[in-house]
């Protein structure tokens, strides 16, 4: 068995910044990449960053320069630092990971998290 927890989600104003996490655990044998993802009420869920094992990041425009994904190997945590934060941002931010298990190394497969709610907000 494999769990996500995201934890770090809040309440913070225009211009703040929020650390999120994300902690994987169980039987993990690899982990291919580990993404974020964001759905806003009403709307459906968007990609956000992802980083690939290699250590190469990506992230989709609207959070460039604001959203930083980085991984602490130890801990098998992800961690999206967002500043600069827009009302916009606000969602319930989930995280994705693309992993093997020591079940089955050789297929690749898809877990989420439970979620984490951000909300900007003066």
């Known amino acids: 068995q494999v769990q996500l927890v995201e934890s770090g989600g809040g309440l913070v104003q225009p211009g703040g910044s929020l650390r999120l996490s994300c902690a994987a655990s169980g039987s993990i044998a690899s982990i291919d990449i580990i993404s974020w993802y964001r759905q806003a009420p009403g709307k459906q869920r968007d990609y956000v960053a992802a980083l690939a094992s290699s250590g190469t990041t990506n992230y989709v425009n609207s959070v460039k320069g604001r959203f930083t994904i980085a991984r602490d190997n130890a801990k098998n945590t992800v961690y999206l630092q967002m500043n600069s934060l827009k009302p916009e941002d606000t969602a319930v931010y989930y995280c994705?990971?693309?992993?093997?298990?020591?079940?089955?190394?050789?297929?690749?497969?898809?877990?989420w998290g439970q979620g984490t709610q951000v909300t900007v907000s003066s």
């Open positions: 994705n990971a693309r992993l093997s298990t020591t079940g089955t190394p050789w297929r690749i497969d898809d877990y």
